[in-house]
């Protein structure tokens, strides 16, 4: 089941932080969505696209969960080598094209491109 | 009065300096709001603008004033709607001069403009706590203003305010504030309201994938998007709100929106520092109380925060050279692979960490995160490169230009450009050492 069927996300930055922030559509779309988007899984995932630590914040009531790196834009929108500035404003892609398995609740981004 | 009625009508005239002009006028024009307010100043478009006022003292306000307040001015001043922006940059002062003499020549006469200084604290560099040691030449720095300032401005009679670096949010809560309960979550909820309405149609389906992606009956149109609804609010006198936009505005305002910007570029939700007071989102609930219309409530504060944010800005040696080369036709991808790899030999002396060589339509956004997919029929070769000085620089371009007589056939349309190095520092100062004036102008 991919993430982007269950949930719509949005990526922002801050200086150094990006920001992904996922809302579900139901409860039981957020309930699955916070069991297989452990900080642990979703670092490994980010990680191949982007440095470091994961956070995680939980809003049950908005049924939304935010995830936050802090060194993952090192230098901000300024230092990027990406084309043009403001690549990150795809980076919410990574999340969205997450498939979950529904019976062990683990990730794969399927069909992912591996040479640079 | 009564709780049911609003206490106060507030639009949202632009996210960002390069935004549409139109929203704004629509909206003034409207008789639906009692003021706009436009967001118009990034940390990217505030260094042009030091620079600019560092070669001109008169310079460094936004140069799309005249644009965008030429039709603005006058749809206002017809229905009586307030102006509030940071558009005034690096020099508010002389945007306020501006904006009164433009009003002047539009035949808009009698109207009181104030701009907002203080934003600037480069003098006292010395007192800001820096994240981290500033290295390089450091050439701005500037408070977040809260929304105090132009509330004092708006409470003494001016239509237009125009300041430099203020918090986003407050320019939407600064006329709101005296319509407020006392109670701190009163102006918790207009802060939030400011902090949703701040990027203009993001809030309204802009930059916005539905659930599932694009697909039939649902998503907005490219004629949607042509004419997108840029929201407005409805403040009541506790601090929530009725978000909506103008009656039949092209626009998506559901809880999946306005939850989307509630969270955008927010790092704790439960404790998002504002410069008047510390939100807490964590409460927030959104209703759908009609079509495209969405009652937000529930916004609470732990009180001010101790100190203000400061952007400092900091001019690093050197350049980063981004150029691209295409390829076409029959064996594009394949060329275009060729011509990367004999890139990477011919630039191999260059330290990973400072070149990036990939394929835009391929990999060149997301890197081994993008998708697979069929080569595309057209494609670029591009490279970026951290590079000490012009002669570098050049050096970059000039390799990527060789290939179009020594590389695989057919490169073409190249591209290329050099950016200066820019970091942006973030710091904290005692918000008693910023001291803020108003100065006035009338048309």
């Known amino acids: ?116 | 009065m009564n709780p049911h009625k609003p206490v106060y009508r507030i639009g949202s005239g632009a996210g960002f300096a390069g935004d549409r002009v139109d929203p704004a006028v629509a909206l003034a024009a409207s008789g639906k709001v009692d003021a706009v307010a436009l967001e118009c100043l990034a940390e990217r478009t505030l260094v042009p603008a030091i620079k600019a006022r560092a070669d001109n003292s008169e310079a460094g306000a936004d140069p799309r004033l005249r644009r965008r307040l030429t039709p603005l001015l006058p749809a206002a001043a017809s229905t009586g709607c307030k102006i509030i922006s940071n558009l005034g940059a690096a020099n508010p002062r002389a945007a306020g001069m501006a904006i009164a003499q433009l009003a002047k020549g539009l035949g808009v006469s009698g109207l009181k403009v104030a701009a907002v200084e203080g934003d600037d604290v480069i003098a006292m560099a010395d007192k800001v706590k820096w994240v981290k040691p500033v290295t390089g030449k450091l050439i701005g720095a500037h408070a977040y203003l809260g929304c105090v300032p132009m509330a004092e401005a708006l409470e003494a009679g001016a239509d237009v305010v125009v300041t430099g670096r203020v918090a986003d949010s407050a320019l939407f809560a600064a006329p709101v504030r005296q319509f407020l309960n006392s109670d701190p979550n009163a102006l918790a909820g207009a802060l939030t309201v400011g902090h949703l309405l701040e990027c203009g149609g993001q809030l309204t389906g802009g930059n916005y994938d539905t659930l599932g992606g694009p697909h039939p009956g649902n998503p907005l149109s490219a004629a949607d998007f042509a004419a997108l609804g840029y929201p407005l609010a409805l403040v009541y006198a506790d601090g929530s709100a009725d978000i909506t936009v103008l009656d039949g505005a092209p626009a998506i305002v559901d809880a999946l929106t306005c939850t989307l910007q509630l969270l955008y570029e927010v790092h704790d939700p439960s404790r998002y520092a504002t410069p008047d007071l510390v939100l807490d989102f964590s409460g927030i609930r959104f209703e759908q109380i009609g079509h495209n219309i969405i009652r937000m409530s529930g916004a609470r504060t732990s009180g001010p925060p101790p100190t203000l944010k400061v952007a400092g800005f900091i001019e690093l040696p050197g350049f980063i050279v981004d150029c691209e080369i295409g390829f076409a036709g029959t064996g594009a991808w394949e060329r275009a692979k060729r011509a990367a790899d004999a890139l990477r030999m011919r630039l191999s002396d260059w330290a990973d960490e400072d070149i990036a060589i990939d394929l835009v339509g391929v990999n060149a956004i997301l890197r081994a995160g993008s998708l697979s997919a069929p080569p595309p029929a057209e494609l670029r070769v591009h490279v970026s490169a951290r590079c000490q000085d012009a002669e570098m620089a050049q050096q970059i371009e000039d390799e990527v230009y060789a290939l179009t007589l020594s590389g695989p056939a057919g490169g073409c349309s190249v591209r290329s450009e050099k950016r200066n190095r820019i970091e942006v520092l973030d710091g904290f100062i005692d918000p008693a050492l910023v001291k803020t004036q108003l100065l006035w102008s009338q048309s």
């Open chain 1, 1 to 116: 089941m991919r993430v982007g069927d269950i949930a719509v996300g949005r990526a922002g930055d801050k200086g150094d932080m990006l920001d992904l922030t996922l809302v579900a559509a139901d409860d039981a779309s957020f309930s699955l969505m916070s069991q297989a988007l452990s900080v642990h899984a979703v670092q490994h995932m980010l990680n191949k696209v982007v440095p470091g630590p994961v956070l995680r914040y939980d809003l049950p009531g908005l049924k939304a969960l935010k995830f936050v790196m802090p060194e993952a834009l090192g230098g901000g929108v300024y230092a990027t080598l990406r084309p043009g500035l403001h690549w990150q404003k795809a980076a919410i892609w990574l999340l969205l094209d997450l498939d979950i398995d529904p019976q062990t609740l683990a990730l794969c981004l399927h069909n992912s491109e591996a040479s640079s």
